[in-house]
């Protein structure tokens, strides 16, 4: 099989081994045993964090690299905590959770068996059944399990909401713990934030989420949007009514909404106000890269509660 195939296919299978895993990315190479091939798939995707003996659910498609050969590049990858003793054990002792080794991990698989996953979270005092697990050990077994429980919940919310996993992955590396958190109060915060997304991805992942046409947060960051637009095409800022018109027509909502999120973006700092003649305008912010500056996400949460 060579090229690129038409059609996205779906496969699932056990990681055998984590070839390579770029941490800051997340781009990683996989050897996984797919069900219905023989020999062992070389997988290439994202992933926030990737261990062997994890069960993946993927969806992408076949091409034939010059170099290695037949691989699958999967455009979609979802990683489980494995259900089979074989599989818990290799997990366990890949290093993914702090504290557990492949020792202290066939202790634990031996003692626990298919249940060591729900013994560390909902009774982790029996942890230190095992022969060396002492309470400094099980504190940092429970608290690695529970870094690696809030990661699967951040993913599953962003593939929820139409985020794929390579733009996922961003998203989890800049805002961490606080993701779910802050993508629900303002998703506009991504076109800002993550290098590759902007305000239609925005705005898409937005409405997924439930978010209405003509919510202020919408109306505020189309703003600079229709000003970034604007740009593009070579100005440097709009005239007020000229921003006012753009922006309902890019954004489709009555022009009174835009008025208010104009005066909101003004007393922000987001967008500046002077005069080209004796035309009143409006432009970007001169200090800032993206939507807000080079204020950090949180900064600007204060100021939108204000």
Known sequence: MSGTAALSEALAGLVERVTFHNAENGFCVLRVKVRGQRDLVTVVGHAAMISAGEFVQMSGRWFNDHTHGLQFKAEFLKASPPTTVEGIERYLGSG???G????????????????VFDLIEQEPGRLREVTGIGPKRAERIVGGWA???VIREIMLFLHCNGVGTSRAVRIFKTYGQDAVQLISENPYWLAKDI??????????IARKMGIAADAMIRVRAGISYALGEAMDEGHCGLPVGELLTSTAELLEVAAPLIETALTLEL????????????????FLAVNRPGFYGDRTTREVRRIYEQ
């Open 100 to 115: 557990i080794g492949p020792v202290y991990a066939k202790k634990l698989v031996k003692a626990f068996g298919e249940a």
């Open 267 to 282: 007393e922000a700092g987001d967008v500046i106000a002077d005069s080209v003649g004796e035309t009143g305008c409006i």
């Open 195 to 204: 290098r590759g997304i902007g305000f239609k991805t925005a705005d898409q």
């Open 96 to 98: 993914m959770i702090r």
């Open 147 to 149: 870094d690696q429980k």
